[in-house]
């Protein structure tokens, strides 16, 4: 009965921890994609908007709560809560744990900035939000590292073609971040000092 539970709560761990990536890279996906205007075709019905995105964004919280429990459940790993909450603490894998213990607290943070997001302001809260980013790159280096699946090719697809997708759409959110300060018109007041040095200059 031992070996079955053991067996249970080890599948759960395992797929509690791929479903909570394949969301967050979705939702990662579907926030690039908003950012850099990217609409569904006028035949179709809007299936980009900020309500797919915080519901990805719940799906993978839920799951990640499933998969921290199964893990902590699981006879085999026998880890304590400081080994789940504490960077370095763990006995399995210390290094590529600390990965997935920073990416969830800076995945917390993100979620408490959105919750106060009318008292600490807009700009403050997008600034925030590009920490999403830095959680998809933690969760990816942890799941490489402890994943007992990382070797299998299913596994190495989702993370190759996760890398892909949100890689390109980054590019693609840079370079029309880099045309827009590029097309921006100089302010008024700027273009009025500008004046006097360019006809010192000359």
């Not at 797929?15 to 205007?37: C, K, M, N």
């Not at 960077?87 to 969830?104: K, N, Q, T």
Request: with cysteine; hydrophobic share 50%; glycine share 6%.
């Amino acid at each position: 009965m031992s070996a079955i539970w053991q067996t249970v709560t080890w599948d759960v761990a395992r797929a509690g921890g791929f479903t909570t990536y394949l969301l967050l890279t979705l939702a990662v996906i579907v926030g690039l994609a908003l950012s850099t205007q990217i609409q569904s075709p006028s035949r179709w019905p809007r299936l980009l908007n900020s309500e797919l995105h915080n519901f990805l964004t719940l799906l993978s919280t839920i799951f990640l709560v499933i998969h921290v429990l199964a893990a902590w459940i699981d006879p085999f790993t026998k880890f304590s809560w400081n080994a789940i909450l504490i960077p370095l603490a763990s006995h399995y894998r210390p290094e590529w744990m600390a990965f997935g213990i920073v990416a969830l607290y800076l995945g917390i943070a993100i979620g408490i900035s959105t919750w106060l997001r009318k008292r600490i302001g807009y700009k403050w809260w997008r600034r925030l939000h590009v920490l999403t980013l830095a959680v998809f790159a933690l969760a990816t280096v942890h799941g490489i590292g402890t994943g007992s699946d990382t070797q299998t090719w299913w596994a190495l697809g989702i993370y190759l073609v996760s890398i892909a997708l949100v890689g390109t759409l980054l590019c693609r959110r840079m370079l029309s971040l880099k045309g827009k300060r590029k097309h921006t018109p100089l302010h008024p007041d700027r273009r009025i000092n500008a004046a006097p040095r360019a006809a010192r200059a000359l």
